[in-house]
């Protein structure tokens, strides 16, 4: 016998809003250094191993804990631990807005990034124990998707404005109110959830777990810029083979800390491979069209970033869109393909663009990012859904564990290509300089004549743009390849619609 499930109220709608500011600012996070790294080098004076670990250790913290934190949300309440995050976020914020050295700004991104690998998984953990209506869970998921792809394209045009008006240290100051404001209201309108079934939490996992990712997306991050490496293939080869010991631990541990029965659950598997999938949809293109914006057309960053916002209007509607399609009865399969679809259509527009396609690039930005952001909020509702509620930090955990690794892994595979295309596209007789990246070519460009300086310049953003153009056709291929096993995987599969079990959340609701 099934019953209605409870229905979230006014208080539940406002729980979310407080929850979507951290995970806005956790998600501005990964790019808000874009434009305030030159002041930063300028005030700090870091070495240039000290300014990438500046830009790069809070991506990599936040990547390494993902699972660590989803599985420890479980087992001593996500509240919690989303609180415990909240605090250490803010506090670090603080230090790095007046870090006086380089090493105190490394260590407080460090700790930023332990506290976003805390506030992410618990975020949607908590948004799927709120709302145990299917409708409404699915309406709460799209708009906590939107918000975190939203905050990755406004990273970078907030850290541009604060830094033009303000010091570099206002781009962390900012996400002091917000944590406040999550601390404050955190107790009175989040319900307290865990699991009802804990056990021994499983210590030597969390090494092995960041054995396995950090390797894999530091070598992965490396290859666009500076080719395949042997040091940074070995990398990504020894990631994997601590991968294969993590998930043989997970299959033998009394208590693991990723449930092999998660994977067992009927969906749970193809969303989180396709989620996968459409994350290095997503973040591949960025990394043509952020320089196509700067160094082929010639904006400064900030209007570069101020353009590159507009793409994200459409990413306002594709996630509620998919949301109406999918509860007026259309297949969950047939919406997933279609995203796929619309977003290969993005690479196939974007594959068509010139030196000079301002309102081409932007319009396949729009389209890329509207039919991702469809696939995605489709695939996280599947996941969490299909997950049993007591999981439900931990299925979080794998679903943004993929997003990180789509993502690394699309830099390295369209990164290469564009790579390859640009080096192929590029006068024999340029010098080596200008040979191995448009930004090196634009240099050497402005220290020739200048007739010689202009041609070098020309060719250079012709070969970009001719890369741009392969990795955009790459691009489309695996997405349309995509389409057809998400129809056929995600055929037939529903949401859960029974009442979750009240041992599941606190009765007290604080």
Same mark, same amino acid.
């Given at each position: 016998?099934?019953?209605?499930?409870?229905?979230?109220?006014r208080?539940? &709608?406002? =729980?979310?809003?407080?929850?979507?500011?951290p +995970?806005?600012? %956790?998600?501005?996070? #990964?790019? /808000?250094? $874009? @434009?305030?790294?030159?002041?930063?080098s300028?005030?700090?004076?870091?070495?240039?191993?000290?300014?990438?670990?500046?830009?790069?250790?809070?991506?990599?913290?936040?990547?390494?804990?993902?699972?660590?934190?989803?599985?420890?949300?479980?087992?001593?309440?996500?509240?919690?631990?989303?609180?415990?995050?909240?605090?250490?976020?803010?506090?670090?914020?603080?230090?790095?807005?007046?870090?006086?050295?380089?090493?105190t700004?490394?260590?407080?991104?460090?700790?930023?990034?332990?506290?976003?690998?805390?506030?992410?998984?618990?975020?949607?953990?908590?948004?799927?124990?709120?709302?145990?209506?299917?409708?409404?869970?699915?309406?709460?998921?799209?708009? &906590?998707? =939107?918000?975190?792809?939203?905050?990755?394209? +406004?990273?970078? %045009?907030?850290?541009? #404005?604060? /830094?033009? $008006? @303000?010091?570099?240290?206002?781009?962390?100051?900012?996400?002091?109110?917000?944590?406040?404001?999550?601390?404050?209201?955190?107790?009175?309108?989040?319900?307290?959830?865990?699991s009802?079934?804990?056990?021994?939490?499983?210590?030597?996992?969390?090494?092995?777990?960041?054995?396995?990712?950090?390797?894999?997306?530091?070598?992965?991050?490396?290859?666009?810029?500076?080719?395949w490496?042997?040091?940074?293939?070995?990398?990504?080869?020894?990631?994997?083979?601590?991968?294969?010991?993590?998930?043989?631990?997970?299959r033998?541990?009394a208590?693991?800390?990723?449930?092999?029965?998660?994977?067992?659950?009927?969906?749970?598997?193809?969303?989180?491979?396709?989620?996968l999938v459409?994350?290095f949809?997503?973040?591949?293109?960025?990394?043509?069209?952020?320089?196509?914006?700067?160094?082929?057309l010639?904006?400064?960053?900030?209007?570069?970033?101020?353009?590159?916002?507009?793409?994200?209007?459409?990413?306002?509607?594709?996630a509620?869109?998919?949301?109406?399609?999918?509860?007026?009865?259309?297949?969950?399969?047939?919406?997933?393909?279609?995203?796929?679809?619309?977003?290969?259509?993005?690479?196939?527009?974007?594959?068509?663009?010139?030196?000079?396609?301002?309102?081409?690039?932007?319009?396949?930005?729009?389209?890329?990012?509207?039919?991702?952001?469809?696939?995605?909020?489709?695939?996280?509702?599947?996941?969490?859904?299909?997950?049993?509620v007591?999981?439900?930090?931990?299925?979080?955990?794998?679903?943004?564990?993929?997003?990180?690794?789509?993502?690394?892994?699309?830099?390295?595979?369209?990164?290469?290509?564009?790579?390859a295309?640009?080096?192929?596209?590029?006068?024999?007789?340029?010098?080596?300089?200008?040979?191995?990246?448009?930004?090196?070519?634009l240099?050497?460009?402005?220290?020739?004549?200048?007739?010689?300086?202009?041609?070098?310049?020309?060719?250079?953003?012709?070969?970009?743009t001719?890369?741009?153009?392969?990795a955009?056709?790459?691009?489309?291929?695996?997405?349309?390849?995509?389409?057809?096993?998400?129809?056929?995987?995600?055929?037939?599969?529903r949401?859960?619609?029974?009442?979750?079990?009240?041992?599941?959340?606190?009765?007290?609701?604080?």
């Amino acid at each position: 016998m099934t019953t209605n499930p409870p229905r979230a109220g006014r208080r539940e &709608w406002t =729980a979310l809003a407080v929850l979507m500011l951290p +995970l806005l600012l %956790v998600s501005m996070d #990964v790019s /808000v250094l $874009y @434009f305030a790294i030159p002041a930063i080098s300028a005030d700090l004076e870091p070495s240039g191993t000290q300014q990438l670990w500046i830009f790069d250790i809070y991506g990599f913290v936040l990547a390494g804990l993902l699972m660590t934190m989803g599985s420890l949300g479980d087992r001593i309440g996500r509240r919690r631990l989303l609180l415990i995050g909240a605090a250490a976020f803010g506090a670090a914020s603080l230090v790095a807005a007046y870090a006086n050295s380089a090493e105190t700004l490394i260590a407080a991104r460090a700790v930023l990034g332990i506290g976003g690998a805390t506030l992410m998984p618990s975020t949607m953990a908590l948004v799927r124990t709120m709302f145990t209506d299917p409708a409404q869970r699915a309406k709460a998921i799209g708009l &906590w998707s =939107a918000v975190m792809t939203a905050g990755i394209a +406004l990273g970078s %045009v907030m850290s541009g #404005v604060l /830094v033009e $008006y @303000f010091w570099w240290g206002s781009v962390f100051l900012v996400n002091l109110p917000a944590m406040a404001l999550l601390l404050v209201l955190g107790p009175v309108l989040l319900p307290e959830s865990r699991s009802p079934r804990t056990g021994r939490f499983d210590l030597p996992s969390v090494p092995l777990s960041m054995a396995a990712i950090l390797p894999v997306v530091y070598g992965l991050k490396e290859i666009p810029t500076e080719g395949w490496h042997v040091r940074y293939v070995m990398s990504v080869t020894v990631g994997l083979l601590f991968a294969a010991w993590f998930v043989h631990r997970q299959r033998t541990a009394a208590f693991p800390l990723i449930s092999p029965a998660l994977f067992r659950g009927h969906g749970f598997t193809p969303a989180v491979v396709l989620n996968l999938v459409s994350s290095f949809g997503m973040m591949g293109s960025t990394y043509f069209t952020t320089q196509y914006l700067q160094s082929v057309l010639d904006k400064s960053a900030l209007v570069a970033a101020l353009w590159a916002l507009l793409p994200s209007v459409l990413i306002g509607f594709a996630a509620p869109l998919a949301m109406r399609l999918v509860q007026r009865g259309v297949e969950r399969a047939h919406v997933v393909a279609g995203g796929f679809v619309i977003a290969a259509a993005g690479y196939g527009l974007l594959a068509l663009a010139g030196t000079d396609s301002l309102w081409l690039v932007l319009a396949a930005c729009g389209i890329m990012a509207g039919g991702i952001v469809a696939v995605m909020s489709q695939l996280a509702d599947l996941a969490l859904s299909s997950a049993p509620v007591e999981k439900a930090g931990a299925a979080s955990s794998l679903m943004e564990t993929g997003t990180e690794f789509g993502g690394a892994l699309s830099m390295a595979v369209l990164g290469s290509v564009g790579t390859a295309v640009y080096h192929h596209e590029m006068p024999a007789s340029a010098p080596d300089a200008a040979r191995e990246t448009l930004a090196g070519a634009l240099a050497v460009a402005g220290q020739l004549p200048e007739s010689a300086g202009e041609a070098l310049a020309f060719a250079a953003r012709a070969a970009f743009t001719d890369g741009m153009r392969g990795a955009a056709i790459a691009g489309m291929i695996l997405l349309l390849a995509a389409a057809v096993p998400a129809a056929r995987a995600l055929r037939g599969i529903r949401v859960r619609e029974n009442a979750e079990r009240a041992d599941q959340v606190s009765p007290s609701g604080v």
